[in-house]
């Protein structure tokens, strides 16, 4: 028994392994999980945790598991309904990761997803974790590499740097590693707190051994792009019916560059507007990203929660805002101004409009269960309201097209731009 437990500590057999052997040796249940829970301390040095999950959901609580869980990590958790900077927000040691971080839990991701920032100082490594949740993550500033693996399967590493996406697969271990002197700063935008709300169990999260061989079963070209990884596809949630069938999906675990991506023509958001859609380490969420042109603006939409809209160049604003279609009739009204690094989501089934007032092009991402690959019909609505948003509200969809917007939105932008020198270049409204 000790040669096995030694295995088990040196991470050589995994939990379910150890438990099955000592049952075929003649222990009972209640014995192995006692030595578990006392080697798991032990295990937990040697892969770099602090020892086994503590957290319990408190029950009957008017917090969620998930906010019961965020406030015990005692990292910074910044909410209302955007982050005006993410490279800027505070960070604090986290126990778990290693390293410095934050959790972010805006409005209108309502529990179907969420955001974490970490903080790698230069030449410094996080702690291996592995994680029962989906997640993309885009590099803020920094450069370094990752280190993935499944437990007795050979490794393999990546290169990132600042504007790199790219996304661990779903459950196995890795380790961030900051290769230059100053911080590196990486975001996060993950399912957890789905996840965490369903099941709460911090133990199945963290430290579970099931194995996805379907998602990721250590490919040589696996954190790569070639064309193969190009798929012919785009959802009518981003590109119109008429358009999506010549767009491209990237469907990959890991785009060196988001900057440098080919965007597509998706006239049906907005004019002189292009978008592309990433398919991360088979993820049900999907991430897209969008430009649009000097001194022009989106359509309005709306759809489902948990959209995570991250500013990557340009300035601008989006309103958003609940129930009428007339901005200006509208119950309750939000701004966001936005520059590269600002975060906002959108609160489930308000119309939100995006408006470029700088000298340059704008672009964003957005990390949502907006779908492609996989499509969500929960979350609130996600996938099937996204699958409208390319339909005008008056045909029974979600947009507003250019003609049928409050007059208010056009005399806003035409103030915003002239005070910034910039000339317009939308039409005319009736057109």
């Known amino acids: 028994m000790r040669k096995?437990?030694?295995?088990?500590?040196?991470?050589?057999?995994?939990?379910?392994?150890?438990?099955?052997?000592?049952?075929?040796?003649?222990?009972?249940?209640?014995?192995?999980?006692?030595?578990?829970?006392?080697?798991?301390v032990g295990a937990g040095k040697k892969r770099g945790r602090v020892g086994p999950e503590i957290f319990r959901a408190e029950p009957f609580s008017e917090k969620t598991p998930y906010e019961q869980w965020m406030r015990d990590e005692g990292v910074p958790v910044h909410g209302g309904y955007f982050v005006a900077d993410v490279r800027a927000a505070e960070v604090k040691t986290w126990k778990r990761l290693g390293a410095k971080g934050a959790l972010i839990d805006l409005e209108g991701a309502e529990a179907t997803d969420g955001a974490y920032l970490v903080e790698i100082s230069g030449g410094a490594s996080t702690n291996p974790q592995r994680y029962m949740f989906e997640e993309s993550i885009y590099v803020?500033?920094?450069?370094?590499?990752?280190?993935?693996?499944?437990?007795?399967?050979?490794?393999?590493?990546f290169?990132?740097?600042?504007?790199?996406?790219?996304?661990?697969?779903?459950?196995?271990?890795?380790?961030?590693?900051n290769q230059g002197r100053g911080a590196a700063r990486l975001i996060s935008f993950t399912d957890l707190p789905l996840v965490m709300d369903l099941y709460h169990n911090a133990d199945f999260i963290f430290n579970n051994d099931?194995?996805?061989r379907d998602r990721y079963d250590n490919q040589p070209d696996y954190f790569s792009v070639n064309q193969s990884k190009m798929k012919i596809a785009g959802s009518a949630a981003t590109f119109g019916e008429g358009e999506k069938g010549a767009v491209g999906v990237l469907d990959t675990g890991l785009i060196p560059?988001?900057?440098?991506?080919?965007?597509?023509?998706?006239?049906?958001?907005?004019?002189?507007?292009?978008?592309?859609?990433?398919?991360?380490?088979?993820?049900?969420?999907?991430?897209?990203?969008?430009?649009?042109?000097?001194?022009?603006?989106?359509?309005?939409?709306?759809?489902?929660?948990?959209?995570?809209?991250?500013?990557?160049?340009?300035m601008g604003y989006?309103?958003?805002w609940t129930n009428a279609p007339r901005y200006s009739e509208a119950m309750k009204k939000v701004r966001v101004d936005w520059k590269d690094g600002t975060l906002f989501v959108p609160p489930d089934r308000w119309f939100h409009?995006?408006?470029?007032?700088?000298?340059?092009?704008?672009?964003?991402?957005?990390?949502?269960?907006?779908?492609?690959?996989?499509?969500?019909?929960?979350?609130?609505?996600?996938?099937?309201?996204?699958?409208?948003?390319?339909?005008?509200?008056?045909?029974?969809?979600?947009?507003?097209?250019y003609q049928d917007e409050d007059p208010a939105i056009r005399e806003m932008f035409e103030a915003e731009l002239k005070s910034h020198g910039v000339d317009i270049r939308m039409p005319d409204r009736k057109g």
């Open 140 to 157: 803020l500033d920094g450069e370094g590499e990752t280190t993935v693996w499944h437990e007795h399967r050979p490794k393999q590493t």
């Open 353 to 401: 409009q995006h408006f470029n007032t700088g000298e340059n092009s704008a672009k964003y991402m957005a990390t949502t269960w907006i779908g492609g690959k996989y499509w969500v019909k929960g979350m609130g609505g996600g996938g099937r309201t996204h699958r409208l948003n390319t339909v005008p509200f008056h045909a029974g969809g979600n947009m507003i097209d």
């Open 4 to 40: 096995l437990l030694a295995k088990f500590i040196n991470g050589e057999i995994s939990r379910r392994e150890f438990t099955a052997r000592m049952l075929r040796m003649g222990f009972g249940m209640m014995t192995v999980e006692s030595i578990l829970d006392n080697a798991a």
């Open 257 to 314: 560059d988001l900057n440098e991506i080919q965007l597509f023509a998706a006239r049906a958001r907005g004019l002189k507007n292009k978008s592309a859609e990433v398919v991360l380490s088979d993820n049900s969420m999907q991430t897209h990203v969008s430009e649009f042109e000097v001194g022009t603006y989106k359509r309005a939409h709306r759809h489902g929660p948990g959209s995570h809209v991250l500013a990557m160049s340009g």
């Open 159 to 177: 290169k990132w740097k600042k504007g790199t996406l790219f996304s661990p697969p779903l459950n196995t271990w890795r380790v961030h590693k």
């Open 210 to 212: 099931f194995v996805f």
């Open 318 to 320: 989006s309103l958003m």
